[in-house]
Nanobody, 133 residues
């Protein structure tokens, strides 16, 4: 079992930057290094959507078209943390952002299906980001 807690959300102006943090804890923490980490978001009235994903070692990153070039995902396995650096934020980035992990590496599908939220094992409670115009 892994618990995830996001932080770093808030109100920012159009064009601003934020860094979200995801801290892991729990009995399953010793396996954190083999989990892939994803970030998803859900805007009011919309479905949850994929934002970014990083493999267990941090060697590969994947982004949605919307996030590409503006966001960066990275992780610190020694600290059991992952981050989402968001630059050049726009009003349509307003959403609750969720951190999530999955055991794709252990199960042989680390670099496929990462856009599918149902492939993840644990989720945080989310942190709200509001971008004002």
């Amino acid at each position: 079992q892994v618990q995830l807690v996001e932080s770093g959300g808030g109100l920012v102006q159009d064009g601003g930057s934020l860094t979200l943090s995801c801290a892991a804890s729990g009995r399953g923490l010793s396996s954190y290094g083999v989990y892939g980490v994803g970030w998803f978001r859900q805007a009011p009235g919309k479905e949850r959507e994929f934002v970014a994903y990083i493999t267990h070692s941090g060697g590969r990153e994947y982004y949605s078209d919307s996030a590409k070039g503006r966001f960066a995902i990275y992780r610190d396995n020694a600290q059991y943390r992952a981050y989402l650096l968001m630059n050049n934020l726009r009003p349509d980035d307003t959403a609750v952002y969720y951190c999530t992990v999955r055991r794709g590496y252990m199960l042989g599908y680390e670099e496929s299906g990462y856009q599918d939220g149902s492939s993840y094992d644990y989720w945080g409670q989310g942190t709200a980001v509001t971008v004002s115009s």
